[in-house]
Every structure is written in structure tokens, then in C-alpha cells.
């Protein structure tokens, strides 16, 4: 909890400088984080729309005046390069890159909110016993995990389709490899580590949850490799003494 109320606020504040330099140098992925089809001034900051990539707009907006413009340049009239500044086949997936964004920025704030909570119910010395509030961290365990895989998906999707920007397309960049052999490789990868996390892993870490550590190691990996009935529990034969 310390953590993230120290680190979530400096997460936006060092996203809030990559936003700006996104802008500056890929503004067309801009374009497509605030879904803005035409090059305005004071653009609104969409929260919920519906892009259609063939008819060139969007569905059902929802928005807050003037507050794109605000975050992306730090003024009310700032300007933002639209999609139509581009030929279609210069411009990413827009309906991708806009909510990969919002599910990132979304459950980024969720997780400060979290941490701000838990600091007062620490001040208030019920961190440890409020039942809500720990099952609501259990269930957003996975939330920091998905803010990378969508920020990532919003910045790959977003410079789309450009692998080094106006200079390199991602069709002139591809390596001429046969497609059972990425499969192959594929498969492979999946397979091993899937027997290392998903077998291994999960059945050692189980074990530990389940059964704590024991003082006698021997007995610890015994219990876990051959499922031994004494699982967790004590020796209690004693050795017979020389005679």
C-alpha cells in the first residue's frame, strides 16, 4: 500500500511526459488514444465512444470539453492532429488503441484509489480488518498485470503501420519466416514453460499456502515430490539410541 500511493502518482506524472512526447513525434497515435477524427483545437477528452474506422467518426460520445487538449499539450486551445490528416492506410486500428488506453488509464486510477483508501484505513488503524477492502485487493491482483499488456497493446497497435515512424513499414520490416516454423517455436515455448510455471510452480507454490514451511527440510521436499502422507507434519518416531 506505501508503494503504490508513492509510485501511482509518480506513474502519471512520468505518463503524463510520455503523452507529450507521443505527440510531438507520433501524433497520429494521439489521434487515435482520443479517437479525434479532425484537427481541432480545445478537443474534448472522450470517455466512452464507439470509433468506426470505414465511416471515419465516432458513435455515441461521451466527453469532458477541452480536456484532451489540457492533458496532451497543458492548454485549453491546444492543438490536436486528427486521423483525416493521414491516407487511411496510415492510420492504426483506432477502436484498438482507444480502449487498450482506457482500460489502462481506468484501472491505473482504480489502483490509486485503492492505495488512497488503504492509507486511510491505515490512519484509522483498519487496515487489516476490513473485509471489503481486502477481498477489493484481492480481486485487483491482476489489475497491474493488465495496465502493462494494454499500455502495450496501445503503443505497438498505436504506431501502427510503422515500425521506425515515416520511415519503415511493418510489411517491409518482416522477417521471410515460414509459418510451421513459427508455429513450431511457438508451440515449444508454450509447452516448456507450461511445465515449468503451470506445473511445477503452481504445485510447489500450493503446497506452501497450503501446508506452510516445515523446520525439517528434508521432509519439506519429500512431502512435495512424492505427496507423502506426513505432509506438514511433525516427525514424531524417535530414534532408537545406540546401545
Same mark, same amino acid.
Given at each position: ?12 506524472? %512520468? ?16 489521434? =487515435? ?6 484537427? @481541432? ?6 470517455? #466512452? ?18 480536456? =484532451? ?17 493521414? %491516407?487511411? =492506410? +496510415?492510420?492504426?486500428? %483506432?477502436?484498438?488503441? #482507444?480502449?487498450? &488506453?482506457? $482500460? ?10 485503492? =492505495?488512497?483508501?488503504?492509507? $486511510? ?11 471489503? #477492502? ?37 510489411? +517491409? ?31 510447489? &507454490? ?14 519439506? +521436499?519429500?512431502?512435495? #515430490? ?11 518416531? @524417535? ?5
Amino acid at each position: 500500500m506505501w508503494g503504490l500511493l508513492i509510485l501511482a502518482p509518480l506513474q502519471i506524472l %512520468v505518463g503524463d511526459e510520455v503523452g507529450i512526447g507521443v505527440l510531438d513525434y507520433q501524433p497520429i497515435k494521439t489521434a =487515435a488514444i482520443e479517437g479525434i477524427w479532425n484537427t @481541432q483545437k480545445g478537443a474534448p477528452l472522450l470517455l #466512452f465512444a464507439l470509433p468506426d474506422q470505414k465511416a471515419e467518426k465516432n458513435y455515441l460520445e461521451v466527453g469532458i470539453p477541452k480536456l =484532451a487538449a489540457l492533458i496532451n499539450t497543458h492548454h485549453l486551445e491546444g492543438v490536436l492532429t486528427g486521423l483525416k490528416s493521414v %491516407v487511411p =492506410a +496510415d492510420r492504426p486500428n %483506432v477502436a484498438v488503441v #482507444f480502449w487498450s &488506453f482506457r $482500460i489502462m488509464v481506468g484501472l491505473g486510477l482504480l489502483i490509486l484509489l485503492l =492505495a488512497f483508501i488503504g492509507s $486511510i484505513l491505515r490512519y484509522k488503524n483498519r487496515l487489516y480488518d476490513t473485509s471489503w #477492502f481486502l477481498k477489493s485487493c484481492l480481486i485487483a491482483s491482476p489489475m497491474g498485470f493488465i495496465c502493462i499488456i494494454t499500455g502495450w497493446f496501445t503503443a505497438e497497435f498505436g504506431r501502427q503501420p510503422w515500425v521506425v515512424y515515416h520511415y519503415l513499414r511493418t510489411h +517491409d520490416a518482416q522477417s521471410p519466416v515460414l509459418l510451421h516454423n513459427l508455429f513450431i517455436s511457438l508451440l515449444s515455448i508454450i509447452l516448456v514453460y507450461g511445465v515449468i510455471f503451470g506445473y511445477f510452480y503452481f504445485r510447489y &507454490f500450493f503446497h506452501i499456502i497450503k501446508y506452510g514451511p516445515t523446520e525439517d527440510t528434508k521432509q519439506t +521436499d519429500q512431502a512435495f #515430490f512424492y505427496m507423502s502422507p506426513t505432509i506438514g507434519k511433525k516427525e514424531t518416531q @524417535q530414534t532408537p539410541k545406540n546401545t
